[in-house]
């Protein structure tokens, strides 16, 4: 059977580990156990490996001899070297009428069209080409990993750990020479929760000429979350504010990898730009604000349209103070238009207590409920007629498509959308 040779074998072997890569891909796998998602996928490897061996059992093969054993020629009975004619009845059916100007042929192959076969097939296994479409793609592929563990070999500086409402960790560190521009991510490295797993993470703070401090927002799903946190806060302090930074040294070794490019480093090439989140999914914007708020002139963006959708109150205090500095800058500057924050929750328990005492600017821009998408985009298209406005959305694929579907919906103001999106599944 085929299935025990060389070629079965690394066949079946090929699909199975196909199989775990695929079921591994489910989102509910990534979620709960990433564990598993991150080494069926280093089973890539194998997978070329077996793709190069799966020829090497030389099953395909081709004829070698084809002049003296043409295919459909007739060797009967293993004579060889001689003519053979069908019998007057066979023939008869073959006989046919040539019109006048074209030679006819001999009169065998006029009777029979029958080639004989002067010797038996020899079939010779093709030389395998499979290393050599695969071995250049996996040479660019291990000089990109080389080139990433050197980059990245020399572990940050851990200035601050923060706990955030909603399970929200924030983590403020230092390296040096390292460059980030808004909208960009880092891949983060811990060794002491896993030797091989590695997470991406999108910048919440970028360094500057003047501070050369950046910072990540993670949300607790996950395992791997889950031991990163235990490493960083301790149980008595996961519920603190911040630690003292004499506590740093205690800190596990934490290596990054990046910045890495998005699409929503383009916001600020915009002269108007529409950003929307949902839930934890502020954390791309969160870099850009922090740009605006150090300084903003530099940049092409004049208008920007902040839209965020919570569920509760406290998923939004996290970011809340960001957004009230950032409110103030721009109306003690003069430019209230600047930057248009709408804030919608799906639950009202305990709200104008927050509010109240503390983010008082922002009890106007906050809204229960969900947005009303298309009247937002009609305003916002009036307000900027024929300009264009880029859209940047990072949350469920349901706000996902509804602002895609709008953003390809033309209007009367002549205003051109463009969308563009980040995804964290």
């Known amino acids: 059977m085929y299935v025990f040779v060389v070629p079965g074998l690394t066949g079946v072997c090929m699909v199975l580990v196909l199989f775990l890569m695929m079921t591994a891909s489910t989102y509910a796998i990534r979620v709960s156990n990433y564990d598993i998602f991150w080494y069926t996928h280093n089973l890539f490897f194998v997978f070329y490996m077996l793709l190069m061996l799966h020829v090497s059992g030389g099953l395909l093969k081709y004829q070698t001899n084809l002049d003296t054993h043409p295919p459909g020629c007739i060797n009967?009975?293993?004579?060889?070297?001689?003519?053979?004619?069908l019998p007057e009845d066979r023939a008869e059916r073959f006989r046919e009428t040539f019109p006048e100007g074209i030679s006819k042929p001999d009169e065998l192959t006029q009777n029979t069209f029958v080639k004989i076969c002067m010797e038996e097939p020899r079939f010779q296994a093709n030389f395998p080409q499979t290393w050599l479409w695969i071995s250049g793609p996996l040479c660019l592929y291990c000089a990109e990993r080389l080139y990433r563990c050197i980059r990245s070999n020399k572990p940050v500086t851990i200035i601050?750990?923060?706990s955030h409402p909603s399970d929200v960790m924030e983590i403020r560190m230092v390296k040096e020479n390292f460059k980030a521009r808004p909208g960009q991510y880092i891949i983060l490295h811990c060794p002491s929760v896993s030797a091989l797993e590695n997470h991406p993470f999108t910048l919440t703070m970028c360094p500057t000429e003047t501070k050369a401090t950046f910072g990540v927002h993670l949300k607790i799903v996950g395992d791997w979350t889950e031991r990163f946190r235990d490493l960083l806060l301790p149980p008595s302090s996961q519920d603190?504010?911040?630690l003292p930074f004499i506590q740093s040294r205690n800190y596990p070794k934490l290596y990054i990898d990046g910045p890495f490019g998005s699409p929503f480093e383009e916001s600020l090439n915009y002269e108007v730009s529409l950003c929307v989140a949902g839930g934890i999914g502020v954390t791309p914007f969160a870099s850009i604000l922090?740009?605006?708020?150090?300084?903003?002139?530099?940049?092409k963006l004049r208008r920007l349209y902040f839209i965020w959708v919570c569920r509760d109150i406290q998923s939004f205090r996290w970011f809340a103070d960001l957004l009230c500095v950032l409110y103030n800058k721009f109306w003690q500057e003069n430019r209230p238009d600047y930057v248009n924050i709408q804030l919608y929750l799906s639950q009202t328990d305990g709200m104008q207590k927050i509010i109240g005492e503390k983010y008082q600017a922002l009890n106007s821009r906050l809204f229960i409920g969900r947005p009303r998408w298309k009247l937002l985009f009609d305003e916002i298209a009036k307000c900027?007629?024929?300009k264009t406005v880029g859209v940047f959305c990072c949350g469920p694929s349901s706000i996902s498509k509804t602002l895609h579907k709008l953003s390809n919906r033309s209007n009367s103001y002549g205003?051109?959308?463009?969308?563009?999106?980040?995804?964290?599944s």
């Open 76 to 85: 009967r009975n293993g004579t060889h070297y001689q003519d053979i004619h």
């Open 160 to 162: 601050s750990v923060i």
């Open 240 to 242: 603190s504010e911040i």
């Open 290 to 299: 922090n740009t605006l708020l150090d300084d903003w002139k530099p940049y």
């Open 384 to 386: 900027n007629r024929g």
């Open 415 to 424: 205003t051109r959308f463009e969308y563009n999106k980040e995804s964290f």
